[in-house]
């Protein structure tokens, strides 16, 4: 039975935050077709019972300080225990939490866990099982931060000496919540250094993995994404955007090369973009993460099946991006188009040509990508270029009835590992996109690389073409060793 004595709090010593895995929302409830397991040993009896009562030490990230806290254990699965705050209780009513209570566990037991692991491995990685029972305790609490902590699974002054996730009752969904932060506390039993748009990206995966998100796949964070693709990547704020952008990330690639990649990825040594390029590397594909970037953002822009082996399309997620830039007239150009470090702008020709020309310059310090995908008579097409320079494309359609431009700044190597928190990089890059002749040619040519070729053509260019091309001319010269 309960005690009727009420909960204390103990505020005991600051600390930093290094060791939180914050979600901020949750989502509704939705579920997803059932997917193979691996088999699982049987768990040993449980070492408590229903009703104990312990503390546990927790975070308080808005005061910045460790605390106790009391709850109460109120059911008991094979994979899971789950405690209830005494605050909680308190709030709800004991048999409002017990209830809850039994549905956590139920959906953790036959859902969660089973689908979790099938795409992030053991949970008892290469840390191992700190107490000897392979249940998970799922901590329900009144205070706000949903994380897991690696402490907790190591001797020291504030650890609980288990394996466990702390979720907020007050989440949206408590469900998927607990989906999110398992598949962190599975990962950070292999590895505790790994970039956060791998790291969120999977484990907002593992909600839709486990049958957490509503019937159309999506989580309540991919809208601002879409909305504004030119949030930078691989840099980490924290925002509903970068978790937007790392789900449908990790999306992508369980479509495009299978759920083993998710967990190599999750057991791999090396982290970040340059990790994943050696994971796809050592499954037998042959791309660069500079590819695999602008073919996503690509996707992520046209979104057809039935083309280039469905490379441009997420098949099982309505989502592509709304933020673009409608042109409606030839030529367009753009002197000034900011650009965040794997961040794209995304442009609609409304009317295209059956010829026509895109050029942007190089950013000062990377490397110029540029996507054109156009719909004509024959059907769909891309093309791409990732350049150190200015990068051009030359379309020619039969009938082209639909046109898209994806401009992207990215780095010429791989980034590494150390590359995480943060706005990224910024920089600045000129858009041409004119009209070309019958025979492919630019109405106006769009100007090669060559500082001398440039002068040549500018000579023969109106006025504000020219003032473009110096422009261009000036900008190659900031760039070192040009």
Not at 432 to 452: F, R, T, V, Y
Request: charged share 20%.
């Amino acid at each position: 039975m309960r005690p009727s004595w009420s909960v204390f709090c103990i505020v005991l010593i600051a600390v930093s935050l290094t060791l939180v895995q914050p979600i901020p929302a949750s989502n509704d409830v939705g579920q997803i077709d059932s997917v193979s397991s691996p088999n699982r040993r049987k768990p040993p009896t449980p070492a408590q019972e229903i009703g104990e009562f312990r503390s546990f030490w927790a975070v308080d990230y808005d005061q910045d300080v460790w605390y106790l806290l009391e709850a109460y254990l109120l059911a008991i699965g094979n994979y899971c225990y789950i405690y209830i705050d005494d605050l909680v209780i308190d709030i709800i009513g004991e048999e409002e939490a017990t209830n809850r209570a039994e549905l956590y566990r139920d959906e953790f037991d036959t859902t969660i866990y089973p689908r979790v692991t099938d795409i992030a491995g053991d949970p008892d990685g290469t840390l191992g099982d700190i107490d000897g029972d392979p249940r998970i305790y799922i901590l329900i609490m009144e205070n706000r931060w949903d994380c897991y902590l690696q402490s907790n699974e190591i001797e020291g002054p504030h650890s609980n000496m288990c394996e466990m996730v702390y979720i907020c009752y007050r989440a949206s969904d408590v469900v998927s919540t607990i989906a999110h932060e398992f598949h962190h506390l599975i990962w950070f039993n292999y590895e505790f250094d790994e970039v956060h748009f791998i790291l969120e990206g999977l484990a907002e995966y593992a909600m839709y993995h486990a049958g957490c998100l509503p019937d159309d796949n999506l989580t309540n964070r991919v809208s601002p994404f879409l909305e504004d693709p030119d949030d930078s990547f691989i840099y980490f704020e924290i925002e509903a955007q970068d978790y937007g952008a790392c789900y449908l990330f990790a999306f992508y690639l369980a479509e495009q090369y299978g759920l083993q990649l998710l967990q190599d990825l999750v057991q791999h040594e090396e982290d970040g973009a340059l990790g994943l390029e050696t994971a796809l590397e050592e499954a037998g594909y042959n791309i660069s993460f500079n590819d695999l970037y602008m073919d996503w953002m690509t996707a992520l822009t046209i979104d057809v099946q039935g083309f280039a082996n469905d490379r441009y399309c997420l098949r099982n997620i309505d989502a592509t991006i709304q933020g673009n830039t409608a042109i409606n007239s030839l030529p367009y150009q753009d002197d000034d188009v900011p650009l965040y470090c794997y961040g794209s702008k995304i442009y609609h020709i409304t009317a295209p040509p059956e010829s026509f020309c895109v050029e942007i310059s190089q950013p000062k310090d990377g490397v110029a990508g540029l996507s054109v995908a156009y719909k004509d008579d024959n059907g769909w097409h891309v093309q791409q270029v990732l350049q150190q320079g200015a990068a051009i494309i030359n379309i020619s359609g039969d009938s082209i009835i639909e046109a898209h431009v994806v401009v992207s700044y990215l780095l010429a190597d791989t980034p590494a590992g150390g590359i995480d928190f943060g706005s990224g990089f910024r920089e600045t890059v000129q858009l041409l996109i004119q009209e070309s002749n019958e025979k492919g040619a630019p109405s106006i040519p769009c100007p090669p690389n060559s500082d001398q070729a440039l002068i040549i053509i500018a000579a023969a260019m109106p006025l504000t073409a020219t003032v473009i091309v110096a422009l261009l001319i000036l900008r190659g010269k900031e760039k070192p060793g040009l």
